[in-house]
């Protein structure tokens, strides 16, 4: 069975259509810093759009913590019983087989009204077969009624004919769901037991979706005399449209639970080829630990561990040496526990808060935007919301790049210590004298090479190795001499500066 691809605006519909409160959402630019978009489509491949929906709405605005738990549970049994997982898997296959969303249509759209010539279209038909009799057998004069007969079928067939075609594919989308509810009605698996009940009426209903038995009888060119000559099609679009909202109460229902039962799957399947994961524990606002932390879209990931106690972190380390992917994994370890209970990692207590990011600012030459100028507006954004009624972890990736050391120190400072009052916050820069200006704010972190791997450790960085980097990457000596040359007479023009 091919699986629909669904695309980023088709799976966001259930967010939308039934929003998390607006205080614990993650916002778009905070999504893409993290890398959650391949995030999903890799944890979600195989995966019908419903299950889809489910889970994007639940990595943006999180779950409770008896809501976590139940998940938990939930996950952990399949987990357990490799049997059920692969049953359940299978009776949810046919959801798959959805290609178009029908969140809108159950939890946002209203039921457009139905026009009182719907009711005559029947006689169309009977119309276009007297005209012809007449113009053959009376007066000429029959063939303007048969003129009349074909301009109204015709016209409505211009106005419907894409309205019928969408309706036609979220009926189908619709079976599909109601096919699912049937099939895991009696079924004897622990999570099917919330469809008991429902299988006898999700398949009443679907075959009262279905065409006519003219329509749908197989006769060559049937369906096709029907729809044009006695509007077959439009009368089936009001009358099931009639149908499916005057139903759409069980509908809804059966969304739930089928989408989020796929999700579960999805977790487990994702989980049980996952070679570093754990549950996590929930903490308070400001402390976290995390232990061999990875981040799962690098297929080899070093795990890094970090605790962090009342205050946040500065984090420096060389060039190239992971910054900002573990201000990633820590991002995206804080998703995932806060919305699933899990983390990529050996240990992990984290604090189920929302997470807003700046990592990937740039300069817009459309909007007449500079870097800094974008960076401003994206630290006046992680102020408003480090001021709102939720707590939240702020991300910052290499802080006021965008413009001259002075001033990114300067205004680094006064940012950070503020948003470091409202806020638990990891910020990583290369301008190491923030490290002393913010300590009362934030924890030193550096990030160094040990052996083979990596390993976070308290201090700050004590030299950057920008200049060294210029022969590994393809410079002569005599330009990295001169880069030597001017780096210490810098340094030296700075202490001057510090001591008079």
Same mark, same amino acid.
């Given at each position: 069975?091919?699986?629909?691809?669904?695309?980023?605006?088709?799976?966001?519909?259930l967010r939308l259509a039934v929003p998390p409160d607006a205080d614990d959402l993650l916002d778009d630019a905070t999504w893409r810093d993290l890398l959650l978009?391949?995030?999903?489509?890799?944890?979600?491949?195989?995966?019908?759009?419903?299950?889809?929906?489910?889970?994007?709405?639940?990595?943006?605005?999180?779950?409770?913590?008896?809501?976590?738990?139940?998940?938990?549970?939930?996950?952990?049994?399949?987990?357990?019983?490799?049997?059920?997982?692969?049953?359940?898997?299978?009776?949810?296959?046919?959801?798959?087989?959805?290609?178009?969303?029908?969140?809108?249509?159950?939890?946002?759209?209203?039921?457009?009204?139905?026009?009182?010539?719907?009711?005559?279209?029947?006689?169309?038909?009977?119309?276009?077969?007297?005209?012809?009799?007449?113009?053959?057998?009376?007066?000429?004069?029959?063939?303007?009624?048969?003129?009349?007969?074909?301009?109204?079928?015709?016209?409505?067939?211009?106005?419907?004919?894409?309205?019928?075609?969408?309706?036609?594919?979220?009926?189908?989308?619709?079976?599909?769901?109601?096919?699912?509810?049937?099939?895991?009605?009696?079924?004897?698996?622990?999570?099917?037991?919330?469809?008991?009940?429902?299988?006898?009426? +999700?398949?009443? =209903? /679907?075959?009262? %979706? !279905?065409?006519?038995?003219?329509?749908? *009888? @197989?006769?060559? $060119?049937?369906?096709?005399?029907?729809?044009?000559?006695?509007?077959?099609?439009?009368?089936?679009?009001?009358?099931?449209?009639?149908?499916?909202?005057?139903?759409?109460?069980?509908?809804?229902?059966?969304?739930?639970?089928?989408?989020?039962?796929?999700?579960?799957?999805?977790?487990?399947?994702?989980?049980?080829?996952?070679?570093?994961?754990?549950?996590?524990?929930?903490?308070?606002?400001?402390?976290?630990?995390?232990?061999?932390?990875?981040?799962?879209?690098?297929?080899? +990931?070093?795990? =890094? /561990?970090?605790? %962090? !106690?009342?205050?946040?972190?500065?984090? *420096? @380390?060389?060039? $190239?040496?992971?910054?900002?992917?573990?201000?990633?994994?820590?991002?995206?370890?804080?998703?995932?526990?806060?919305?699933?209970?899990?983390?990529?990692?050996?240990?992990?207590?984290?604090?189920?808060?929302?997470?807003?990011?700046?990592?990937?600012?740039?300069?817009?030459?459309?909007?007449?935007?500079?870097?800094?100028?974008?960076?401003?507006?994206?630290?006046?954004?992680?102020?408003?919301?480090?001021?709102?009624?939720r707590p939240v972890v702020c991300l910052v990736d290499e802080i006021f790049r965008g413009t001259n050391h002075e001033e990114s120190v300067s205004a680094a400072?006064?940012?950070?210590?503020?948003?470091?009052?409202?806020?638990?916050?990891?910020?990583?820069?290369?301008?190491?004298?923030?490290?002393?200006?913010?300590?009362?704010?934030?924890?030193?972190?550096?990030?160094?090479?040990?052996?083979?791997?990596?390993?976070?450790?308290?201090?700050?960085?004590?030299?950057?190795?920008?200049?060294?980097?210029?022969?590994?990457?393809?410079?002569?000596?005599?330009?990295?001499?001169?880069?030597?040359?001017?780096?210490?007479?810098?340094?030296?023009?700075?202490?001057?500066?510090?001591?008079?």
């Amino acid at each position: 069975m091919t699986s629909y691809k669904s695309e980023p605006d088709e799976v966001a519909v259930l967010r939308l259509a039934v929003p998390p409160d607006a205080d614990d959402l993650l916002d778009d630019a905070t999504w893409r810093d993290l890398l959650l978009p391949g995030y999903t489509d890799t944890l979600a491949a195989g995966t019908s759009l419903f299950g889809r929906q489910v889970l994007e709405r639940d990595l943006r605005g999180g779950l409770d913590d008896a809501a976590v738990a139940s998940r938990r549970a939930r996950v952990q049994a399949l987990l357990d019983d490799p049997a059920q997982l692969d049953a359940l898997e299978r009776k949810l296959a046919c959801l798959r087989e959805a290609d178009i969303d029908v969140a809108a249509l159950l939890f946002a759209d209203t039921q457009p009204p139905r026009p009182g010539w719907v009711g005559r279209l029947l006689w169309l038909p009977v119309l276009l077969v007297a005209s012809i009799a007449a113009a053959l057998l009376v007066s000429p004069w029959g063939w303007v009624g048969v003129g009349a007969a074909m301009y109204f079928l015709v016209m409505v067939h211009m106005r419907y004919q894409d309205r019928v075609g969408l309706w036609t594919r979220s009926l189908r989308a619709l079976q599909m769901l109601l096919r699912a509810c049937s099939l895991l009605d009696g079924s004897d698996q622990a999570l099917s037991k919330p469809f008991t009940g429902r299988g006898a009426r +999700a398949g009443r =209903l /679907s075959r009262s %979706l !279905d065409r006519s038995l003219l329509a749908a *009888s @197989g006769v060559p $060119g049937a369906r096709e005399y029907a729809d044009w000559f006695a509007a077959a099609d439009v009368r089936h679009y009001y009358r099931t449209l009639a149908r499916v909202f005057g139903a759409r109460d069980f509908l809804r229902e059966c969304y739930w639970l089928c989408a989020e039962l796929e999700a579960d799957v999805t977790l487990a399947r994702h989980l049980r080829e996952r070679p570093t994961w754990c549950w996590a524990t929930r903490t308070g606002a400001r402390t976290l630990a995390i232990d061999g932390g990875v981040h799962p879209l690098l297929d080899e +990931a070093r795990g =890094l /561990s970090v605790t %962090l !106690d009342g205050k946040g972190a500065f984090l *420096s @380390g060389q060039n $190239g040496v992971g910054k900002s992917t573990f201000l990633r994994m820590l991002g995206l370890n804080l998703v995932t526990a806060r919305a699933f209970g899990f983390c990529y990692a050996q240990s992990a207590s984290l604090p189920a808060l929302p997470v807003v990011a700046s990592m990937q600012n740039e300069d817009s030459l459309l909007g007449g935007q500079s870097l800094y100028i974008a960076e401003l507006a994206r630290a006046r954004m992680l102020l408003a919301r480090a001021h709102g009624p939720r707590p939240v972890v702020c991300l910052v990736d290499e802080i006021f790049r965008g413009t001259n050391h002075e001033e990114s120190v300067s205004a680094a400072t006064a940012v950070v210590d503020a948003l470091a009052r409202h806020a638990l916050v990891v910020v990583s820069s290369h301008n190491l004298v923030l490290g002393s200006l913010l300590a009362d704010a934030l924890a030193p972190w550096r990030i160094v090479r040990r052996g083979d791997g990596l390993q976070l450790e308290s201090g700050v960085l004590g030299r950057t190795n920008g200049v060294a980097l210029l022969v590994e990457h393809g410079f002569d000596t005599d330009v990295q001499r001169r880069a030597e040359q001017v780096a210490a007479w810098l340094a030296q023009t700075r202490l001057s500066g510090s001591l008079s």
